[in-house]
Nanobody, 124 residues
Framework: QVQLVESGGGQVQAGGSLRLSCAASGRTFSSYAMGWFRQAPGKEREFAARISWRGRNKYYADSVKGRFTISRDNAKNTVYLEMNSLKPEDTAVYYC?????????????????WGQGTQVTVSS
């Protein structure tokens, strides 16, 4: 069992930056690939970024590539999402999630543990 708690959301102006954190409980955190998803009002949840269990492999949605950076610290049981050059269209609730399988997996149904989400609002 893995419990996930996101933090770091907030309101920022376009062009600004935020760093999201996702703290995990449980001793097996390092055996999971971790992903960040987001859901904007009235839209479906979408994949943003993913990192392998060792942190060697990272995957990004085209919409965030070059602006967002995913990382993890297994000693701290935490995964991060550094978001730069934020745009109003990045406004969403951001969720972290854990996947026991490796590879480039972007479907939300592949992830078995989810956090409650943190709101990110980007104003123009």
């Amino acid at each position: 069992q893995v419990q996930l708690v996101e933090s770091g959301g907030g309101q920022v102006q376009a062009g600004g930056s935020l760093r999201l954190s996702c703290a995990a409980s449980g001793r097996t955190f390092s055996s999971y690939a971790m992903g960040w998803f987001r859901q904007a009002p009235g839209k479906e949840r979408e994949f943003a970024a993913r990192i392998s269990w060792r942190g060697r492999n990272k995957y990004y949605a085209d919409s965030v590539k070059g602006r967002f950076t995913i990382s993890r610290d297994n000693a701290k049981n935490t995964v991060y999402l550094e978001m730069n050059s934020l745009k109003p269209e990045d406004t969403a609730v951001y969720y972290c999630a854990a996947d026991p399988q490796s590879g480039d997996r972007r479907g939300g149904t592949m992830y078995i543990y989810w956090g409650q989400g943190t709101q990110v609002t980007v104003s123009s």
